[in-house]
């Protein structure tokens, strides 16, 4: 199925949202959660899966919703359909703080591979699935496991990642050692894998895991420098405990400084 083509605008820095704007009866799809704002005239519909196999009856609607579920994604997308006899805009945020990476995938191939969850939205017709690891050690030390996502068609699509986004060309046999969970996505011609960092000193009191992911050109990289699981693990360490005070209450410079910034709490 050919996509929908759409135009469309990136607002902000590091909290940001982009705004889709649709001709009459142009249809945007996007992850639940994800929308912000659309103009009176545009419709919201929730479907099951990414509605690419709109021709393929029950069975393959089944299948196109099974897949996302083994992503960690919900059975169901929420298509933005464009009802006005004119243009109108509908836009989408990103959930946490980062950028969001435009995916023209008549550049890419038709295809582009991504970690999950990092979807955001695409042209009607794009299709969202999933991509099986071969290799036991991408899959059971990856950090994404046997399965990624990919996303595949010829129109636009958009992607979130967290922090400041790194973009690498890599030539034929040229190889990226990476963070496991700092890779946003790559084209299907990179391979990827597993590697075991080594020594015992790195292993035991090294902090950065014992291993991390392999990236070998030719193809492009997309890197992301705070990955959600590292934010939400130094939020979670710097939380209240139950019937005690954050980490930082226990001295006295930490009460110092929840006086200077107008935390008083008792």
Known sequence: MQ???????????EMQYVEIELDPQEI??????SFMMMDNNIRMQTIFGDGS???????????????????GESLFMTAFI??????????????????????????????????KSSFLCAAKGVAVGIEF????????????GF????????GMAFV???????????????????????????TQEVDYDIEFIGGIRNSVFGGEG????????????????????RLADRIIASAPKAGGNSRDEGSLLGGLGNLLDGDNRF
């Open 28 to 33: 945007v799809i996007a992850e639940a959660g």
């Open 160 to 186: 979130h990642s967290g922090g400041t986004m790194a973009k690498k060309e890599l030539k034929a046999g040229e190889i990226l050692k990476v963070d496991t969970g700092c890779i946003i996505g790559f």
């Open 210 to 229: 014992l291993f991390y992911a392999t990236l070998r050109g030719p193809g492009t990289v997309y890197i992301q420098s705070l990955p959600f699981s």
């Open 53 to 71: 196999q709109e021709q393929s009856g029950i069975f393959g609607k089944l299948l196109s919703a099974g897949k996302r579920v083994l992503t």
């Open 3 to 13: 996509a929908h083509e759409i135009d469309y605008q990136i607002f902000g820095e």
């Open 82 to 115: 464009n009802q006005n006899y004119g243009k109108a805009k509908v836009s989408f945020a990103s959930p946490y703080p980062g950028k969001i990476l435009p995916i023209d995938l008549t550049q890419f191939n038709g295809k582009f591979i991504c970690q």
């Open 147 to 154: 399965i990624m996502q990919k996303i595949e068609g010829d």
């Open 133 to 144: 690891s071969r290799k036991l050690g991408r899959g059971l030390f990856g950090g994404e």
